[in-house]
């Protein structure tokens, strides 16, 4: 078992910041990991993907605004964002996944308003 710890969120005024870091309880080398955000009434859809050996996908609404990174030596995934919009509110997920796991953490909260 493996478990997820997402920290950072907040509010956060239009064209600011955040870093969200997603701790995990042991080390992930080789999982494919990634955030997911979930908005109101809305279903969860992935923001930024890594791979196991560093290949980063992100989704069309935030590229060149968002960037993932992990830390293998801490066992922490990061997601770096820029520019906030409104519409990037929502809760943000951690996932980590390889084969038949698949782990998630319990999301943290993300509103971008004035």
């Known amino acids: 078992q493996v478990q997820l710890v997402e920290s950072g969120g907040g509010l956060v005024q239009p064209g600011g910041s955040l870093r969200l870091s997603c701790a995990a309880s042991?080390?992930?080398?080789?999982?494919?990991m990634g955030w997911y955000r979930q908005a109101p009434g809305k279903q969860r859809d992935a923001v930024a993907l890594i791979d196991g050996i560093g290949n980063t996908r992100y989704a069309d609404s935030v590229k060149g605004r968002v960037a993932i990174s992990k830390d293998d030596a801490k066992n922490t995934m990061y997601l770096h964002m820029t520019n906030l919009k409104p519409e990037d509110t929502g809760v943000y997920y951690c996932?980590?996944?390889?084969?038949?796991?698949?782990?998630w953490g319990q999301g943290t909260q993300v509103t971008v308003s004035s």
């Open positions: 042991r080390i992930l080398s080789g999982y494919f």
């Open positions: 996932n980590a996944h390889l084969l038949t796991e698949n782990y």
